[in-house]
């Protein structure tokens, strides 16, 4: 693997981007405009109805955001033009075909134009609507496919998967394949075709007996769940993440497809600078709940390392990637291939560093709440399985219901009608721990021995490592979640 300069692989490129409101393909954006202005242009395409609501969310949700507050600073008054010459905003949805691009000479003009296609289009609710989840994580990927076949100078396409479509497997996860209808635990019948006739015949079985949207969606959440953990996977994000990459595998034929499954994405490193994130991103719900002292206990094995990775290493890893896998010269075999994006092989951190480091940011700055008063935080209740969390629930919320025997069906609606704000608080309790549960014992760690390849062939060839930098060796943790995650998680996340 010979690579050449990022930023001349760049130059005179087109460039389209599905999910471009996502905060992953914002950093992607903000970043090919900054390192390279000589893009010719980027295609963004947005989910919507037309070209007028698809310019009110590139407004408002992307070049809006701060994010891009340095490339702002850096063209001042001639920001609003490059921009207008750069990006074009493309009103469409990845769950249909042809991506529903309705303007024809639109459509075919990108087909004419197109050098990459970056797919980060994606739900990411753990327990999403099935029909939601299976048409753009599954079903999208079909069809960028599809349309990328019809890509005449299509060099490569990069497509974002997980890398926790893994699963809840243990020990060293390899960076391979997801074969078509392979499940995780052995049952057969996988099949993608049947998944959707099964999410349509529930569909309509639901709006013939005039069930509400709620019981609908409520449905469908619960069928995703059902469906997930039938073939082994935890929940309906990484199952149909997994169906994705199993379509990718039956219908690239000579397409050039490199997928890059990031770990846990965090806050900015360091660009455009350190700490940028925008919403409450997975591991990011625990320490925003601790600093606003809502949690009282933590349910993990606090020796398991969890995975993170910071936003601008994996986008940095995307365009590396790019570069080595959309250069001319490459023959099929070595411009497709999967790269794990994470830290827990190469520089690991542990749930314990992540508890220590909470306690000791949010005593030293302690959140500020709307009445103007200082939130002080404590040691929580570290719990190491479910059974001590069950015996803690137990103990904090319904011993104290002295006289209540929750023993039958007629007690247990009395205790939800008498204790309703109670009983939400527990159902929401244990919703929360059911989906994070697989995350937060998992017990596996991420080979990246691909990405380290792409590593040392980018620091052997012509790629600036200076500016596309992305191993996480270099990372002091303490330092980056003491001054750079936590303040910009209460910079940009704390209401």
């Not at 750069?86 to 949805?93: A, C, F, H, N």
Request: glycine share 6%.
């Amino acid at each position: 693997m010979e690579l050449g300069s990022a930023l001349h692989f760049l130059e005179d490129k087109t460039i389209l981007v599905t999910g471009a409101t996502g905060f992953l393909a914002k950093i992607f954006v903000e970043k090919i405009l900054r390192c390279q202005p000589n893009v010719k242009k980027l295609y963004l395409l947005l989910r919507a109805t037309d070209t007028e609501s698809a310019t009110h969310r590139f407004h408002h949700e992307i070049i809006g955001k701060e994010l891009f507050r340095l490339l702002k600073e850096n063209l001042g008054t001639k920001f609003n033009s490059f921009v207008s010459e750069k990006l074009r905003v493309v009103p469409g949805d990845i769950s249909r075909q042809d991506l529903d691009l309705k303007d024809s000479i639109l459509k075919d003009h990108i087909c004419n134009q197109t050098d990459v296609i970056v797919n980060i289009a994606a739900t990411t609710n753990f327990d999403e609507r099935y029909d939601v989840a299976l048409g753009i994580n599954t079903l999208g990927v079909k069809h960028v496919m599809n349309f990328a076949k019809k890509c005449s100078k299509l060099k490569v396409l990069l497509h974002v998967s997980t890398a926790y479509v893994c699963g809840e497997r243990g020990g060293l996860i390899g960076e391979d394949p997801h074969e078509m209808g392979v499940s995780l635990n052995g049952v057969t019948g996988l099949d993608i075709d049947m998944e959707k006739k099964l999410v349509q015949d529930k569909l309509n079985q639901l709006r013939e007996q005039g069930a509400s949207e709620n019981h609908i969606k409520l449905s469908m959440k619960e069928l995703g769940i059902q469906r997930a953990n039938l073939y082994g996977w935890p929940n309906t994000y990484v199952f149909t993440k997994a169906m994705g990459e199993m379509l990718i595998q039956i219908s690239k034929e000579s397409i050039p497809i490199v997928i890059v499954r990031p770990t846990i994405i965090t806050s900015t490193y360091k660009e455009p600078f350190p700490g940028w994130v925008e919403g409450v991103r997975t591991i990011d719900s625990l320490i925003v709940a601790y600093g606003k002292g809502k949690l009282t206990c933590f349910l993990a094995d606090l020796k398991a390392v969890f995975d993170v990775i910071p936003a601008d290493m994996v986008v940095n890893a995307m365009i590396v990637s790019m570069v080595a896998h959309g250069s001319e010269g490459g023959s099929s075999n070595d411009r497709n291939m999967i790269y794990h994006v994470g830290s827990s092989v190469s520089n690991p951190v542990r749930y314990q560093n992540l508890h220590d480091y909470c306690f000791r940011y949010f005593t030293a700055k302690p959140w500020i709440n709307k009445e103007g008063k200082p939130i002080r935080v404590g040691k929580v209740t570290m719990l190491s399985n479910i059974t001590s969390f069950r015996r803690y629930m137990f103990i904090r919320y319904l011993l104290p219901l002295k006289g209540l025997e929750l023993v039958n069906e007629a007690s247990c609606k009395y205790f939800q009608e008498t204790y309703r704000e109670l009983y939400r608080k527990i159902h929401g309790v244990m919703r929360l721990v059911d989906l994070y549960r697989p995350y937060v014992f998992f017990n596996g760690v991420f080979d990246n021995m691909n990405t380290e390849k792409l590593l040392r062939a980018a620091r052997e060839g012509r790629v600036e490592m200076d500016l596309f930098y992305f191993d996480p060796k270099v990372i002091d943790w303490e330092e980056y979640f003491m001054n750079i995650h936590f303040p910009g998680i209460a910079k940009y996340v704390f209401k």
